[in-house]
């Protein structure tokens, strides 16, 4: 990663230029999440939600391919350091199909769920412990996160020291 591709923004952001970028920055963060939660990716089609998804999941463990849970709803990982549930709900035709397909379980302590396109479950989904938004900018794109929750916020902290950490390198 050069500084070139990477552009500090104020406080719970960051612009990142390049797959390799969003890759790598996920694998700096994953971690921070071994001990589980609720993170909701959000943006737009092609945002790169999935991308960073893939970069997190094959940093905790997982080798081969991390694919798009768009038609199947979710794809779990059961990995040494910990369980993720990577979810894609684009597809998803009523939040009340999260019930019917066990979305509790899913959420259970200790597990990692990363959901795609959270407000399509809304009303069902509980609330998360941490938004990363994703915007397209062309040719990079901008990470904003925030914490909801005690841990959310704790994760959003060690988030800006591994960009801070990261940069400097």
């Known amino acids: 990663m050069s500084k070139s591709e990477v552009t500090s923004q104020p406080a719970n952001s960051v612009i990142l230029t390049g797959e390799v970028n969003m890759v790598g920055f996920a694998a700096q963060v994953a971690p921070l999440l071994i001990d589980g939660g609720l993170i909701f990716l959000e943006g737009t089609l092609g945002a790169g939600k999935t991308t960073f998804s893939r970069g997190l999941i094959q940093a905790l ?10 038609y199947t709803l979710v794809e779990e990982y059961d990995l040494a350091a910990v369980r993720v549930c990577h979810f894609d709900l684009y597809r998803l035709g009523d939040p009340e199909e999260l019930e019917y397909m066990g979305i509790r379980e899913y959420l259970a302590d200790g597990t990692l769920c990363l959901i795609e396109w959270p407000e399509k479950g809304l009303g069902v989904l509980p609330s998360a412990d941490l938004i990363i938004q994703i915007d397209d900018l062309g040719d ?7 914490g909801n929750t005690e841990r959310g916020i704790h994760w959003s902290e060690q988030l800006q020291k591994v960009l801070d950490e990261w940069q400097s390198k």
């Open 61 to 70: 463990g997982h080798v081969g391919a991390v694919k798009s849970p768009t």
């Open 140 to 146: 990079a794109r901008q990470l904003n996160w925030q």
